[in-house]
């Protein structure tokens, strides 16, 4: 029983290899984890937990798969920046995203135990996902930063917004408040009426979390006479540091290195 | 501080809504799973409990969005055919596939335990995924065909391989064995050397699985005089039918209909 | 001097085949006509020996290219069909396009002097394109219709604008005097202020112009007994007829067959 | 008569709007001209005039698109640069790729006379033509590097096969005399049986045409005094030079600025 006959249908599937020389930007993004957030009461504006189940995610996904040269996460985000010349499955858009989303689901289906060890999941949590090509790096630093920025507005909208509402306003007396204020407005919100000083809070929440590999020097043994003998290791770690400014990305050349 | 300097990266992003007027199938397949099979000691040719919890999994599909209006499994791999009219999420194709393959994975783990319970998962399960239209029902139905009548092949193939290797030849030998042979001597082999009738093998094997709605009389009450008010339900099915010849499409007009 | 060192450029380029069992309509469209007609002193509302030349190059399409099944054109634009099957560059929508464009040029230049012998082409006529599928034969009657409805909203407008302007008012007085009108309105004052029945007035102005093969007798020759013998050939044909309705598809139904 | 009803076919149109900070080439090649250029008995293996009527149409192109700043031609083909940031026809490759196939091609026909007054076109010349980015000036120099190379290889080829048959040899024996020669092989065939010398063979053979954008000093007037009064000007010029080399870019960078 030959199958030619009905495999014409293969001719419908289109070539999707993405432009060589591209910097691939994988962006996933919770699916109604307005509503997943409220059903496992995650603290509001920012659940530590839920933060750091994202963290370890993303820490897996760049331990699975090498090409991936860095991550940077906020909320229920991640994106993550697959080297210019990765050749992994031809660069094909669908498989880079479909891999990269079932892989990060999974992962934080399974890990759920370890950061919320008493609630239950109540729904399965999932994702969508995008792909972008960025030609050049600095248009790859240019997006982290837009995402950085994001974090940085939504962030220190919703410290005020959640301030308020525990407060004792209604959500939409807090919103009226907050409408058309500035950064420096709600800075002054915050001190004055709750005695909180915006950049103490902690970076986490304040600048996203990157994710990426650091070279480190390991002790392999101590010899005899009690010196160390060391090797350099490269090893996945989770950072809240600013990635809009040039400095980070002058620090670490090798993570977005144009060939 | 606004974010307009850095957003000009959001005009990297493609347009991929695909073409009105056609039939979404998007392909899932399970990532590695050789090895995974492996690791978690599933049954060769065929672990029931591994295709029942892929066959659950397709119904929560079919329950959590219903504009995928059929789907068909086999081994790891199921395809969903999203009705020619969705307007979900615009038909965005990377939307459509990293929703389906991100509910399918956290799906996929969350019910593991229940179809294996003396089991743990040893690693994140995940999927690949992919996206073809198909502008007539008639072409998703060869579609369907082509599937199943590969299920077929490498059943049959799998069935005769296993239970050469299962009666001491080595998985090279069987290999050899098999070598160009006709279903008709595969059918043979199984008759004459082990006692099998193929075609008496669980249908699920032979003919996969198919997910659908279908339309059932459902007793609502009984009322006093003892006869039972009914209501016509629409309820998700999994079956294991003949999706090759057209007795199914005929019966079934509903599910393929072009508008 | 081997050319491989520079050769990976090639991967740049993208597989743009369009997907099999769809129609391909290229529609080319004049570039700056309004200066091009203005220049060349066509006549108002429609210059004849322009829409001859139009109708011209579009039957030499249909000889060119036997898989182009269809063409329908008014004022400078240009419909036409690619039969679904078409494997025409391996349906390459770059391909397709530039061609069609490209020869359409050629010939418009080349036969010019052909239908305006007395004027000199003071610049280089050119036209920009586009390409579409169309999954069903149905949708591509409904493509052309709204063509010819276009055509007809057009040439309706563009009539009583010119009747206006020639009779003393400026552009911007006929353009208000319009404004709001409907059909109704527009052929009242084409007959009250003009005497102008504009059902009378050319069919190629009010319908365009639709190209393709009629199946013909011709006269091989005459035998002894002085019969005639004939033979069925395909010429194509330029007519000026209504394709909104059904009737010129279903006396014509292997035009746009299905397969 | 409204033409809603027949509206929605406008979405099967597809966005192809090229990604931004993308060089954009379009590469257009003569359709059939090989029994184009043997109707029209071009000389062998390369034909001044046909190749000059080539660099005087390139050069009307960059005269019309501004944003085109390079071009390079080699017998029946042509490639256009268009510079990274165009926002022409917001970058709808469809568009760039339609209007200057289009609008070459006219300009072809057009100017045919003045190049070859006294042979009439027998037929229309007509090209196809694609669209490839590259995201960064240094791949657009090796595309068009790959293209000199291209040049030089198929010059010297064509030399030697067509002095070979010139000189008596049949094309098939001509043929096969080239087999598996190496460049250093075919400029000694021609040195030894010719008496010619490859490398003063006209450089617009060996090396193709460039097509950009130089700045001249011109002289607008002379002052009483007798000196000239200049300003500097951007004028297109038609060169042959090696563009394989780091020279010509570093003497030019202006060229292909990157933003």
Not at 54 to 81: H, K, R, T, W
Not at 204 to 210: A, L, N, Q, V
Request: net charge positive; glycine share 4%.
């Amino acid at each position: 029983m030959a199958n030619s006959k009905y495999e014409y249908v293969k001719k419908f599937e289109t070539d999707d290899r993405l432009p060589p020389s591209s910097w691939i930007v994988v962006r996933i993004d919770g699916c109604h984890f307005h509503q997943f957030s409220a059903e496992h009461a995650f603290e509001k504006p920012n659940d530590e937990n839920a933060l750091n189940l994202m963290n370890s995610c993303a820490a897996s996904m760049l331990e699975q798969f090498p090409d991936i040269v860095f991550a940077y996460g906020v909320s229920d985000e991640y994106s993550f920046i697959w080297k210019e010349t990765t050749q992994f499955y031809q660069r094909r858009a669908s498989k880079l995203l479909s891999l990269s989303v079932s892989y990060f689901t999974s992962v934080y289906v399974m890990k759920w135990k370890e950061f919320f060890p008493h609630k239950e999941l109540k729904g399965p949590p999932y994702f969508d996902g995008r792909v972008v090509c960025y030609p050049r790096a600095k248009i790859v630093q240019d997006y982290l930063a837009w995402r950085q920025v994001d974090c940085h507005i939504n962030n220190q909208y919703n410290t005020c917004f959640w301030m308020l509402v525990k407060s004792g306003k209604t959500q939409r007396e807090a919103q009226e408040l907050l409408k058309g204020t500035q950064a420096k407005d709600k800075n002054e919100l915050l001190f004055q009426q709750f005695n909180v000083n915006y950049d103490k809070l902690p970076q986490m929440f304040r600048k996203g979390s990157c994710v990426y590999r650091k070279k480190v020097e390991e002790v392999v043994k101590l010899v005899d006479t009690g010196n160390p003998v060391t090797r350099t290791r490269s090893k996945v770690v989770v950072e809240h540091k600013d990635i809009i400014g040039p400095k980070f990305w002058s620090e670490l050349p090798y993570i977005l290195k144009e060939e």
